[in-house]
């Protein structure tokens, strides 16, 4: 398995158009991320499917993890490194059942009890949030702050992912907390110029 990597960019193509997922991959990866994670909610799972193993190709030659969020389909068929599957999202148990003991799996949570559950259902890692308000994701919880964080990061023995909200200006605080790692979407999606965006991030991580 490939270890779990600190910073961690998702590729969105809803929240702006002016970069590709691929696109977003190759300026993510140039600034220093060593996690992609594919996102995409709706569309043609054939595009879906093309566009990760394009993706996952890029990773490979860079050297960094990809990963699928949510389709278990598109991480089986790119042969993606990793799925990362949300609480309502097909079950971690039966993913590992399928995808074996060498792929990734991640687990999102929002609460220390939703932390608890990954961990007994076998996530790798843990993505927790949103620490901070967000406005790129719909299905975003109310905010846990860094207390929770902390919480968090004492009681479950993974590799705790700090997503929601999270740029460079608060990205010391969140590693301070404890957390492995960071996840954004829009902090470099959205950004002008995603590869300076994630060099930030990374210099931040400290």
């Given at each position: 398995?490939?270890?779990?990597?600190?910073?961690?960019?998702?590729?969105?193509?809803v929240?702006?158009?002016?970069?590709?997922h691929?696109?977003?991959?190759?300026l993510?990866i140039?600034?220093?991320?060593?996690?992609?994670q594919?996102r995409?909610?709706?569309?043609?799972?054939?595009?879906?499917?093309e566009?990760?193993?394009r993706?996952?190709?890029?990773?490979?030659?860079?050297?960094?993890?990809?990963?699928?969020?949510?389709?278990?389909?598109?991480?089986?068929?790119?042969?993606a490194?990793?799925?990362?599957?949300?609480?309502?999202?097909?079950p971690i148990p039966?993913?590992?059942e399928?995808?074996g003991?060498?792929?990734?799996?991640?687990g999102?949570a929002?609460?220390?009890?939703?932390?608890?559950?990954?961990?007994?259902e076998?996530?790798?890692?843990?993505?927790?949030?949103p620490v901070?308000?967000?406005t790129?994701?719909?299905d975003?919880?109310?905010?846990?702050?860094?207390?929770?964080?902390?919480?968090?990061?004492?009681?479950?023995?993974?590799?705790i992912?700090?997503?929601?909200?999270?740029?460079a200006?608060?990205?010391?605080?969140?590693?301070?907390a404890?957390?492995?790692?960071i996840?954004?979407?829009s902090?470099?999606?959205?950004?002008?110029e995603?590869?300076?965006?994630t060099r930030?991030?990374?210099n931040a991580?400290?």
């Amino acid at each position: 398995m490939r270890r779990i990597g600190r910073l961690h960019v998702l590729t969105d193509v809803v929240l702006q158009s002016r970069f590709s997922h691929e696109e977003l991959t190759r300026l993510a990866i140039a600034g220093g991320a060593d996690t992609i994670q594919f996102r995409q909610k709706t569309g043609s799972t054939r595009e879906m499917i093309e566009a990760a193993q394009r993706m996952r190709r890029l990773c490979e030659d860079k050297g960094a993890t990809f990963i699928v969020n949510d389709r278990l389909d598109v991480a089986m068929a790119s042969s993606a490194h990793g799925v990362h599957l949300g609480q309502n999202d097909f079950p971690i148990p039966l993913a590992r059942e399928i995808l074996g003991p060498d792929v990734i799996i991640g687990g999102s949570a929002a609460t220390l009890k939703e932390a608890r559950i990954c961990l007994e259902e076998g996530a790798d890692y843990v993505g927790f949030g949103p620490v901070y308000p967000t406005t790129s994701k719909d299905d975003a919880g109310p905010v846990s702050g860094l207390e929770i964080l902390r919480e968090v990061v004492r009681t479950i023995p993974l590799p705790i992912i700090a997503i929601g909200g999270v740029g460079a200006e608060n990205a010391p605080d969140v590693m301070k907390a404890g957390a492995h790692g960071i996840a954004v979407i829009s902090a470099v999606c959205c950004h002008s110029e995603p590869e300076q965006a994630t060099r930030a991030l990374y210099n931040a991580l400290g």
